[in-house]
């Protein structure tokens, strides 16, 4: 369990495909304080530390995270969003997020404001009904609120200290980033999709 709030970046080194694994050597500030089979969270998906090797880790993301996330678009040098899993002995200051990312989304517009930058994404209409005005979302790790919100598109604001802390800074019109709905709605939606109308029962 994570909080969206991003910790450090890290710089991917090298790639390794191994049948339909891609296993990714990561160099950060923090990858000399992890476990070998920690969880951590990078742009947002839930990966497991294999091994650590001085100031870089390794991890593998199988063929479902590859096709499901921006993952398997990663090129050496990339910029990486990474964040610890939770402790439950401090403030919450994001959402609540998993690691499970949904899908993902593509970035259509970037307006620079005078002190912020807007980011507009185009998302499958088939998660339509998780996307709420002024809700909380994932986005390649990071914890947002979402504005503007329609059946296909939804934007975001990011402050100074998240655009240089973070890849956003890297984003570009027609980049792709990890999508994953707040957990609480996906159950919600959930419970209405399954639950029989009261005038059937």
Not at 107 to 134: A, M, P, R
């Amino acid at each position: 369990m994570f909080t969206g709030i991003i910790e450090n970046t890290g710089i991917l080194k090298e790639i390794k495909t191994i049948g339909t694994n891609k296993t990714f050597l990561i160099e950060s500030p923090i990858s000399n304080q992890l476990k070998v089979d920690q969880s951590l969270s990078h742009n947002g998906v839930c990966l497991t530390v294999e091994a650590i090797h001085d100031y870089t880790h390794q991890v593998t993301a199988i063929n479902e995270t590859l096709e499901k996330s921006n993952l398997g678009n990663l090129k050496i040098g990339d910029l990486i969003n990474l964040e610890r899993s939770l402790l439950f002995n401090g403030r919450l200051d994001g959402h609540f997020v998993q690691g499970h990312v949904d899908a993902t989304a593509e970035c259509i517009e970037v307006i620079v404001k005078e002190g912020s930058w807007e980011y507009t994404f185009c998302f499958d209409k088939k998660f339509s009904n998780l996307v709420i005005e002024k809700g909380s979302i994932c986005l390649n790790g990071i914890s947002l609120t979402i504005f503007n919100v329609t059946d296909i598109n939804f934007t975001v604001a990011i402050i100074p200290f998240t655009f240089e802390h973070t890849n956003m800074k890297n984003l570009q019109v027609g980049n792709h980033v990890n999508i994953e709905f707040d957990v609480f709605g996906k159950y919600v939606n959930r419970i209405l999709l399954t639950t029989p109308n009261s005038k059937t029962q």
